[in-house]
Each structure stands twice: as structure tokens, then as C-alpha cells.
């Protein structure tokens, strides 16, 4: 637990983890206020103003459709925000869902579970994201799904480990004996007590669900253009690569941004919540 | 007998995995709303001709009895016929298999060449800078999409300094080596072919680290945390004690030591590698498995699709077999039961 020695919490101790909620937090104020911060339009083109280099009117110059690059970059921070969060969510609650049940039942119900986990686990996840996307057509909500079928399994494990250390503790065979219903033993007692590793993973998975939807979006696989996804700014700046860097640079180097800033405070959590960790990493 | 009976067990297990892996990708394909005949078929096709070709793929029939004539013939190393090629799949597999297998090697490598010592060098001087120093170099490498620093690498190493090729195995004008093994490297080689030799390995450097970043980034900080690890406990105190050198204590008590977790991680890694040699066969125009896989989605090829998925899906559970017997050998400790 925290210790209450230092008044500052322990989480906020480390300089690392505070820079990745530095950038993360002015990653989210982009996203929440996309419409006031952006100068333009992400989707407005203007011909006569294409590929123009960073100045006063483009700060971050303009594309081949002239297009505002800083306007896009800001919107562009909204959608992979939402794949994030939506990719975690949906995966973390369904995963643990299956890995309390697994956990809590045990037996043969653990067993099918378990190998039903183990499957999805083998699959190379890009590419049932890619099949998937394919099967279902190109679209960023389609990614998502693709991404949260191949995320849930780590939190089906994680969540199945806890339970099974948990379920033998004083504190659940009380409440048991004292005739508590299964569902509030799950809900009051097992799931809230597995939340540390769950959140530890969350905050890596954000990073790797981002990574993952920008990817499928470079290779065709994701969003579609014009959306101003960050993997399809890549895309579309790749031919470019010469003559103006800047169009795969940035949005490259936002994507690069917002991972390492949850993967940092992915690290500044696992330290707060595993004692034996700290001073070590 | 033990051990027999370990190794049983696994293989059984393998086999549940194909069983499960084939029925979810053989789902995929067929119950959702892409239709396979309809992309292959130009949009001209009349419906007479889309019925006639589902016909001739045997779309028509019920997809429990497709499902059963498809494991059949995987089981049989049949993966069938692609709509796109017109070959069988099992040949274009093995046609693109090498390239990838010898990308992901050359990954590994990196990983393993780069992330240890980085990872005991990180862990001799913790806290100071060349500990700084890689672990930030870890950071960068657990969060640059891979296709950026593809981009990135070419774009410094190729158009600026022009000292990497941009993407291809080998040089157009350099013969690439009798087929062996598929692998350029190995086969020129084999072959005493040197200047095919030194063509695949130029071209094989930038994309073997692009892919390799990310595994490398990873093995340097399992490395570090389980150095840390080691170098606390009494024996390596003892042998500091005792007076041997700096060098022999790190090679031999410590990092032998803390290798057993590393060699899991690694393990897994290889096992992981296929997503991102998507990307990076994607980036180095580089003709693997990658990008055979994406084309053929595209193409809404199914039968190569699953045959990728296939593929890779049962790399996993053989790796982590193979790591987990290694392991026994590595670790007396460690028994197979």
C-alpha cells in the first residue's frame, strides 16, 4: 500500500510517471478540445496551399490536399484516445468476466474456459485483427473489435490467477459461510481485489491497442482516408518521405508520444502496487 | 517415461489449439459478410457466374461439412486452394515462409545480441547514465510504431546516407543463391556465394532491426530487473568475496543465473514476432509472409488467409514448448511433471 511517510503519494514520486500524465493529460485536453484548439478544419482541403512547409499560417506545415497538419494531428488525438479506452474496456471487462468465472467455478467450466482462452492467446494478433477487418470491412469500429477479440485473453489469465489465490482467503470463505450469493463474492470480494494487475495492464494494453489500430490503419486494414487517423497520416505522408518529412514525422512521433505515456505510467503503477518492485525498475 | 508422457501431453494440447484455431478463423470466413466469390469475381460477374464459382469452391454446401472437409485436409498438410493465386496454399506458403522465418531470425538476434548486454550493462551501472541511457532506449522501443521507425531508419540510413537499401532480399543485380534452405543468408553460404552473401545481408540489417526493436527493448529490461535480481543474492556477494574478476562474476554467477527468465521472454517474443514482421515486410517491400497475408486479405482470400493464421497461430504453442524443455535443461530445478 501507499505509504503515508511522504505526503505525496507514492505514484507521484517518480518523475517518470508524472511526465507520462504530463503528456497524456495534454494529449486528452487536445481530444476533449479538438474543435477549439484546431486553427482548421482536419478535413477541409485547399489545393493551392498543399505541402507547405511549417510556417506562422500551417504551423506544422500542410499536405498533399493542403490541409492543415497541426488541425489533423489534434483531431487525430480523439479517435486514437477512443481506440484505446474502447479496445481496454471492452476487452479488460469481458476478459475478466471469463477469468473470474473461470477461476471462481474451477473444474470442468475452468477447463473449457481456460482452453478456449489459450486459443485466442496463439493467434497472431495482427493478423486475425487483419482477417477480421477483412471479413468485416474497413472501418475504424471493425479495428476496434478485431483488436479487443485478440486483447481479452490476457485478462482472462490475469484475472483466473488472482481468483485462484483469492478464492482460498479468510476474508471470501466468510463471507461464504455467512451465506453471501456468488455474484456479490465475485463482485465485492474477487474482482475489487484483482483490480491492481487489471489496472497495471490497462494502462500498457492503451499503448498497445494504439499501436495496433494505427498499424492496421497504415496497411488498409483501419480507418479509411480522409479520416485523420494518426496510421493513416503515416500512410499518406510515406510517399513524402523525401521531399517533406514532416508528414510522416509527426504523426508518427505523436503515436510514439502517447504510448510511451501510458507505457510510463503503466511502469509508475506496477511500482506502486508490487512493493518488492520498488528502487528495482 | 515421464518425460514421454510430458511431451505426449503437450503435442495433444498443440493439437487442441489447431483444432480451435482452425474452427475460429474457418467462423470468420465464412459467417461474416464478405463473400469470397464476389471479390474474386470481377464486379461484371453475373449471378449465374458467382453461384457457378461458389459452386466450384464448394460455398454452397453446409458449413459444418466445409469445416469437416477443410481440418481433414489440414490435418493432411492440405491447406487448400487460393481464390486469388489459383495455386494451392500450402506452395505459397512455403514460397513466402523463408523470407519471414529469415527476418524474424535476424530480429532475434538483434534482440538477443543488443538486449542483453544492453540489459547488463543497464543493470552494472544502475542509476547511472549508460542505465539512463538504456533504459530510455527500452522506452522508445516499447512505444515507436514499428512502421514509423521502418519509415525513419530508411529515411536516414537510405535517403541520406545512403548506406542501407531501401527494402528487397537482395540486389537485382546479384543472383540470389540456389534454394536450400529458402533462407539468402544460410543459402549463399552453403553455396560459398559471397557476393550474394553480402547483398542479402546488407538488405536484411534495417528491416531485422525495425523488427527487432521492440523484442530488443524488452530482453534489455527483463535482462536488467533480473540482473538486479542475481547480483543481490549471497553467492554472487561470495564470489565478489572470494576475489574473482568483475568479468567472471557477471558471466558466470550472475548471468547464467538470471537467463532462465529471459529465455522466456524471448520465447514468447519470436512467437510474436509475425504481427510485426506485417508491418515491416509492409515498409521494406520485403516478400514474406506479412505481406503475402495482407494481400490476400485484401483480396478477401480466405483459404490464404486461414492458412497464414493457421501457420502462425501454431508457431506459439511450439515455441513455448521448446522454451519450456529448454528451461529443464537450463534449470535442473525445473522438472518436466
Request: net charge positive.
Amino acid at each position: 500500500m501507499v505509504s503515508r511517510r511522504n505526503s505525496t503519494p507514492y505514484f507521484l514520486r517518480n518523475p517518470l510517471t508524472v511526465i507520462g500524465l504530463a503528456v497524456l493529460g495534454a494529449f486528452a485536453l487536445c481530444a476533449l478540445l479538438a474543435p477549439v484548439i484546431a486553427p482548421y478544419d482536419p478535413l477541409a482541403d485547399e489545393l493551392s496551399k498543399r505541402l507547405r512547409p511549417p510556417s506562422p499560417e500551417f504551423w506544422l506545415g500542410s499536405d498533399s490536399l493542403g490541409r492543415d497538419l497541426f488541425s489533423r494531428l489534434v483531431f487525430g488525438a480523439r479517435i486514437s484516445l477512443f481506440v484505446g479506452v474502447f479496445v481496454v474496456v471492452t476487452a479488460g471487462v469481458f476478459g475478466s468476466l471469463i477469468g473470474v468465472l473461470a477461476g471462481y467455478a474451477g473444474g470442468l467450466v475452468e477447463e473449457a474456459l481456460m482452453r478456449v482462452t489459450d486459443v485466442f492467446f496463439a493467434f497472431p494478433s495482427l493478423i486475425l485483427a487483419m482477417a477480421i477487418a477483412a471479413a468485416l470491412g474497413r472501418s475504424l469500429l471493425n479495428t476496434m473489435i478485431a483488436i479487443a477479440v485478440v486483447t481479452w485473453p490476457v485478462y482472462a489469465r490475469l484475472v483466473r490467477g488472482q481468483v485462484l489465490s483469492l478464492r482460498e482467503r479468510e476474508y471470501v470463505t466468510a463471507a461464504r459461510s455467512l451465506g453471501a450469493p456468488t455474484g456479490r463474492i465475485i463482485f465485492k470480494h474477487l474482482l475489487p481485489n484483482s483490480l491492481g494487475p487489471i489496472l497495471v495492464n490497462a494502462s500498457l494494453d492503451m499503448g498497445g491497442a494504439i499501436l495496433a489500430a494505427a498499424g492496421l490503419s497504415f496497411i488498409g486494414f483501419g480507418a479509411a482516408p480522409p479520416t485523420p487517423e494518426w496510421g493513416v497520416m503515416v500512410s499518406e505522408g510515406r510517399q513524402f518521405l523525401v521531399t517533406h518529412l514532416w508528414l510522416p514525422l509527426y504523426p508518427g512521433i505523436a503515436i510514439l508520444l502517447v504510448v510511451a505515456a501510458f507505457n510510463l505510467i503503466g511502469d509508475g503503477l506496477r511500482d506502486t502496487l508490487d512493493p518488492q518492485l520498488r528502487g528495482r525498475r | 517415461m515421464r518425460f514421454v508422457s510430458y511431451i505426449a501431453r503437450r503435442i495433444i494440447g498443440i493439437f487442441g489449439v489447431l483444432l480451435g484455431v482452425s474452427l475460429i478463423t474457418f467462423f470468420i470466413s465464412h459467417a461474416l459478410p464478405a463473400d469470397p466469390a464476389a471479390a474474386a469475381l470481377s464486379s461484371h460477374a453475373s449471378n449465374e457466374q458467382v453461384a457457378q464459382y461458389r459452386r466450384d469452391l464448394g460455398l454452397d454446401r453446409p458449413v459444418v461439412e466445409q469445416y469437416v472437409t477443410y481440418l481433414g485436409g489440414l490435418l493432411r498438410g492440405d491447406f487448400g486452394r487460393s481464390i486469388r493465386t489459383q495455386r494451392p496454399v500450402i506452395d505459397d506458403l512455403r514460397a513466402f515462409l523463408p523470407a519471414t522465418v529469415e527476418l524474424s531470425l535476424g530480429a532475434l538476434l538483434v534482440a538477443v545480441f543488443l538486449g542483453i548486454p544492453l540489459g547488463v550493462l543497464s543493470s552494472l551501472s544502475r542509476n547511472r547514465l549508460p542505465d539512463h541511457f538504456v533504459r530510455l532506449f527500452s522506452l522508445l522501443g516499447g512505444s515507436v510504431p514499428i512502421f514509423f521507425l521502418g519509415l525513419l531508419l530508411i529515411s536516414v540510413f537510405y535517403n541520406q546516407l545512403g548506406w542501407f537499401p531501401a527494402g528487397g532480399r537482395i540486389d537485382t543485380f546479384v543472383t540470389p543463391p540456389p534454394h536450400v534452405t529458402g533462407l539468402f543468408v544460410l543459402d549463399s553460404i552453403l553455396a560459398g556465394d559471397m557476393d550474394a552473401l553480402k547483398s542479402s545481408l546488407h538488405h536484411l540489417i534495417l528491416p531485422s532491426f525495425t523488427l527487432g526493436y521492440y523484442s530488443t527493448a524488452v530482453t534489455a529490461r527483463m535482462t536488467r530487473s533480473s540482473m538486479l535480481e542475481v547480483l543481490g543474492q549471497d553467492y554472487v556477494r561470495t564470489a565478489r568475496a572470494k576475489g574473482l574478476p568483475q568479468r567472471i562474476v557477471v558471466a558466470r554467477h550472475a548471468l547464467r543465473n538470471a537467463l532462465v527468465p529471459i529465455i522466456t521472454v524471448v520465447g514468447i517474443l519470436f512467437g510474436s514476432l509475425l504481427s510485426g514482421a506485417v508491418l515491416t515486410e509492409t515498409v521494406f517491400s520485403w516478400p514474406g509472409l506479412g505481406g503475402y497475408a495482407t494481400t490476400s486479405a485484401t483480396g478477401v482470400d480466405f483459404p490464404a488467409v486461414m492458412g497464414v493464421t493457421v501457420i502462425a497461430a501454431m508457431l506459439f504453442p511450439v515455441l513455448s514448448m521448446l522454451v519450456d524443455l529448454l528451461y529443464t535443461r537450463l534449470d535442473p530445478r525445473i522438472t518436466t511433471s
